[in-house]
C-alpha cells in the first residue's frame, strides 16, 4: 500500500491547475453538504438519490419518488462527486492533487475536463456490466481518477513520487513502480474477489478509458513515455587560433 504525498514534475504549459482545483473544490463541497454535515438517514437518502445504482439504470428495480433526487441518466454524473466518508474522500482528493496537475497540464484545461468525465462515464460503464442487478449506489471519484493515473503513467513514466510506503514509511519511488503496484492490486482484487464493497470494475474502466485516450487528448507537442528531464548542458564555442609554427 503506497499513499501519494508529492511529486516531483513541475508545469511546463499552464500557470496553475484550475480544473484540477475546482473538481478537489467541488468534491469537497458535495461531500459536506450531502454526506458530512446532514443526519445519518439524510446522507443515505442522498447517496441513493445522488449515488449511480445499476439495477435503477437497467431498469431492474426503482427509487421511491422522494428519493430519486435527479434522473436516472444523471446519476452518471452525479455518482462522481458522492464520497462514502472521510477516509474514501481523502483518499481520492490525494491521488487527484498529486497527479491531476500534470495531466491537465498536457492536455490543457477543457480537455482534461472532458478526459476526466469520459473515464469517469467509463468506470460507471464496466461496474453496470458487471453488475446489472445491483441495488447498491455507487459512489466515488475513483473512476475517473483510475483514468487519470492510467494517462500519468503513460506520459511520465519516469517521474518520481514521494509517499508513504503501507502507509507509514516515507520513501520516493518511480512513478512506474507505485502506480504499476495500485494497477496490480485491482487486478488482484478483481480475480480474487477480495475488497469488501469497493466498485473495482469502476476502478478498472477508468483505467482502460485513459490509457486509450490519453493520446488523443494531449496537446500534439507533449509525448508519451517522456524521458526523464536532464539540464542542458552547453559548451560554449570558442575561436580557433592558428598554430603559428604552420
Aim: charged residues 10%; hydrophobic residues 55%; aromatic residues 10%.
Amino acid at each position: 500500500m503506497f499513499l501519494p504525498l508529492a511529486d516531483d514534475n513541475p508545469h511546463r504549459r499552464i500557470t496553475a491547475p484550475y480544473v484540477t482545483y475546482a473538481l478537489i473544490a467541488a468534491n469537497i463541497t458535495v461531500f459536506l453538504t450531502t454526506t458530512a454535515l446532514v443526519p445519518g438517514a439524510t446522507a443515505n437518502a442522498n447517496a441513493l438519490g445522488l449515488g449511480l445504482i445499476p439495477a435503477v439504470i437497467t431498469g431492474k428495480a426503482s427509487l421511491a419518488v422522494d428519493l430519486a433526487l435527479v434522473s436516472p441518466w444523471q446519476t452518471w454524473l452525479t455518482y462522481m462527486f458522492m464520497h462514502g466518508g472521510w477516509m474514501h474522500l481523502i483518499g481520492n482528493m490525494l491521488f487527484l492533487w498529486v497527479f491531476a496537475d500534470n495531466v491537465e497540464d498536457a492536455m490543457g484545461h477543457v480537455r482534461f475536463l472532458a478526459f476526466y468525465l469520459i473515464c469517469g462515464f467509463a468506470g460507471a460503464a464496466a461496474h453496470l456490466l458487471m453488475n446489472t442487478a445491483s441495488q447498491a449506489p455507487l459512489v466515488g471519484a475513483s473512476g475517473a481518477i483510475s483514468g487519470v493515473l492510467a494517462a500519468y503513467l503513460l506520459l511520465f513514466p519516469h517521474v518520481r513520487v514521494f509517499g508513504l510506503a503501507l502507509n507509514i514509511v516515507p520513501v520516493s519511488i518511480p512513478v512506474w513502480l507505485a502506480l504499476g503496484a495500485w494497477i496490480c492490486l485491482q487486478i488482484v482484487h478483481l480475480v480474487t474477489s477480495v475488497g469488501g464493497d469497493t466498485a473495482w470494475w469502476a476502478h478498472v474502466g477508468g483505467l482502460i478509458a485513459g490509457a486509450a485516450l490519453v493520446a488523443l487528448f494531449k496537446a500534439p507537442d507533449v509525448r508519451l513515455f517522456n524521458p526523464r528531464r536532464t539540464l542542458i548542458v552547453t559548451t560554449p564555442r570558442l575561436p580557433l587560433r592558428r598554430n603559428p609554427l604552420r
